[in-house]
């Protein structure tokens, strides 16, 4: 398995407080991701890197912003977290863009109150 | 637009069975079909990548197959275990690129002793 981790895995918020996650890999993949996990809406992509401090917008972008200043870490930002921001958030890896497999972290459940 | 489709939503079996779970998907033009495993409370575990030029891959009891053609692939996995009980996702990889990664919403398995 790649190694990816999500920090943190648990946090509650409240409404219009900044939330950074952090998603740390190992495997020197050029390709990362931020989706969210809702019921009945299945994964949605947030934010997506082809390299260093080069990201792009996915599906569900507004509200959220990314950097990464380094191959191993991206992170997700919520500018003012609302409760709809609530969800689990995944990061992912992969090392080509088309051909790739593609490689999870855990997950950060984010109760925003 | 590309859709993936998973019908049944949940399944439950009889431990020892032989069972397939569906994934169907609306354009043909993809790179590859990746089929993947959701512990609750945990990240996907990728279990099968197929790419387009593939009908098949096997990985110790699952296997998968596609069929661009008819826009269908499927998760075979003989002699179910309780282990097994899980969310299958299957994403397909849109010929946009990996930011087009579109995921189904999973079957929910459950396997009885």
């Known amino acids: 398995d790649a190694g990816i981790t999500q920090s943190p895995r648990h946090k509650v918020t409240e409404t219009g407080t900044p939330v950074t996650l952090r998603c740390h890999q190992t495997e020197n993949h050029r390709y990362m991701y931020w989706y969210r996990q809702d019921p009945g809406h299945g994964l949605r992509l947030i934010h997506y890197s082809y390299g260093v401090k080069d990201t792009d917008k996915g599906e569900v972008s507004d509200g959220y912003s990314v950097s990464r200043s380094k191959t191993e870490d991206f992170l997700l930002t919520l500018e003012s977290a609302t409760s709809s921001q609530t969800s689990v958030y995944f990061c992912?890896?992969?090392?080509?863009?088309?051909?790739?497999?593609?490689?999870f972290g855990e997950g950060s459940r984010l109760t925003v109150l | 637009k590309q859709e993936v489709t998973q019908i049944p939503a949940a399944l439950s079996v009889p431990e020892g069975e032989n069972l397939v779970l569906n994934c169907s998907f609306t354009d043909s033009a993809i790179y590859n079909l990746q089929w993947f495993r959701q512990d609750p409370g945990k990240g996907l575990t990728s279990l099968l990548l197929i790419q387009s030029s593939q009908r098949e891959q096997t990985s110790g009891r699952l296997n998968a197959s596609l069929d661009k053609s008819s826009g269908r692939s499927t998760l075979y996995i003989a002699a179910s275990q309780p282990g097994d009980s899980a969310t299958y996702l299957c994403a397909v990889n849109d010929q946009g690129g990996s930011e087009k990664l579109v995921f189904g919403k999973g079957t929910k398995l459950t396997v009885n002793p």
């Open positions: 992912a890896s992969s090392g080509e863009v088309n051909t790739g497999e593609l490689f």
